[in-house]
């Protein structure tokens, strides 16, 4: 049994914030704080560059990437940490192709994430020779699967609604017709039960500073299935992913298995923030999170629903289709999001009319969501929310 008020009270969140926003950038953990502290004075400060062997700062990657290879299903020394999530997606991407050299075809689905499929247009057209990028819908995807197919790159969970695509289902199915998979995981690790391994995933990736807390910028990780992490060349030849890097050879030569993903200086101080808020999970295990997360989008969906008859659901209603997230329409999504953010009820707004809320329970229980379906209920009913004032457009949401 995990004590859910024990991991709650390892997160520094302000005071009257109800946060529902740990799906786009986690909170700050109060152990990260400290540990970048020490980082910075105890290492950086007084060991300088002997800290890169005396504090381990070079094997970081690896023993973090274990870590989260924990949690997503991968086999020990097949993730690796570095770069962000865009840079790991034309890693793979580009690896993956070259391993199934006869074929020219990406196949994608028009729910991805923009920054995987801006990626992958790009790469096709540094490739010419004939690469495209195919997308479809995605319940087309299983059926749009065919021999043309060198690569299928889907998200596990939709970032919009939180479907989940089968991952099982679709890589035994691109596997049957010879095509390679790249899974990216941004909004499944930390938050739902991944099996990478089980499922004979290829390739994947994803980033940390959603349902993992590592803060702004975190570093992403990469996974390479180990049938391939011999033969993969990793695309991005930077000299830390090179079999001897302080030979300083002027030819590359891939180092060892997913060692050769690595590309240049690997970010220390945000893997120490990563590391400190990796050590919440084990207080726990993904297994409990994921229920715990489905009673607590089931008791959301239930009470907004109630309360608030303009929303509608945008999410799977059967919970073991979606991901740790739950989304609702409204035509004025942006400003209603604006109205109750100012009232402490932090989700966010996904064009065109998508208002969402994650649900991450190391740090929000069952009052809270109570709480949230309550303010939220009273921001529609008072129509606050289409006053000028909410309506100003923001940097970042
Ligand atoms: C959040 C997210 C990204 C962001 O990529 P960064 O390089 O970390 O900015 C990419 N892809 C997906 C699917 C995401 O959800």
Redesign the pocket.
């Known amino acids: 049994m995990t004590d859910f008020a024990a991991t709650r009270a390892m997160f520094d969140v302000p005071p009257g914030v109800i946060y529902l926003d740990g799906n786009s950038l986690g909170p700050l953990p109060k152990a990260a704080a400290e540990r970048v502290a020490r980082t910075l004075t105890e290492e950086w400060g007084e060991m300088l560059i002997t800290a890169w062997t005396r504090a381990g700062w070079m094997e970081m990657p690896r023993r973090i990437g274990d870590r989260i290879g924990r949690l997503i299903g991968a086999e020990p020394g097949s993730v690796v940490m570095g770069d962000?999530?865009?840079?790991k997606?034309y890693q793979a991407l580009a690896a993956a192709l070259e391993l199934n050299p006869t074929r020219r075809v990406i196949l994608s689905d028009t729910g991805?994430?923009p920054?995987?499929l801006y990626i992958a247009d790009g790469l096709v057209q540094s490739l010419g020779r004939g690469y495209t990028l195919r997308t479809v819908a995605p319940e087309a995807v299983a059926e749009a699967l065919d021999e043309t197919v060198a690569v299928l790159l889907l998200?596990e969970a939709d970032?919009r609604s939180g479907r989940l695509h089968d991952m099982a289902a679709l890589t035994a199915k691109a596997h049957a017709v010879g095509a390679l998979t790249v899974w990216?995981l941004?909004?499944t690790a930390g938050a739902i039960p991944v099996r990478l391994a089980q499922a004979g995933a290829d390739f994947a990736v994803g980033?940390t500073y959603?349902y993992l807390n590592s803060g702004p910028g975190g570093p992403?990780f990469i996974y390479v299935a180990p049938r391939h992490a011999e033969t993969a060349r990793p695309a991005l030849s930077g000299w830390l992913g090179h079999e001897s890097p302080f030979a300083f050879e002027p030819e590359y030569r891939p180092g060892r298995g997913i060692e050769r993903m690595r590309v240049g200086t690997p970010p220390i101080i945000q893997l120490a923030a990563l590391d400190a808020a990796l050590d919440i999970w084990d207080m726990t295990t993904i297994e409990a999170v994921r229920a715990r997360s489905i009673e607590l989008t089931e008791l959301f969906i239930a009470r907004v629903e109630a309360a608030c008859p303009g929303l509608v659901l945008a999410s799977p209603r059967d919970p073991a289709q979606r991901g740790s997230q739950v989304s609702f329409r409204h035509p004025e999504g942006a400003a209603v999001m604006q109205a109750l953010i100012a009232r402490g009820v932090i989700g966010d707004f996904r064009a065109p009319d998508i208002l969402r809320f994650g649900f991450t329970p190391l740090f929000i229980g069952p009052e809270e969501v109570e709480a949230a379906a309550r303010i939220l209920g009273e921001v529609l009913a008072q129509g606050g929310w289409d006053r000028p004032a909410a309506k100003a457009p923001a940097a970042a949401t």
């Open positions: 962000t999530l865009s840079i997606v991805n994430f920054s995987d998200t970032y990216d941004a909004h980033c959603k992403a």
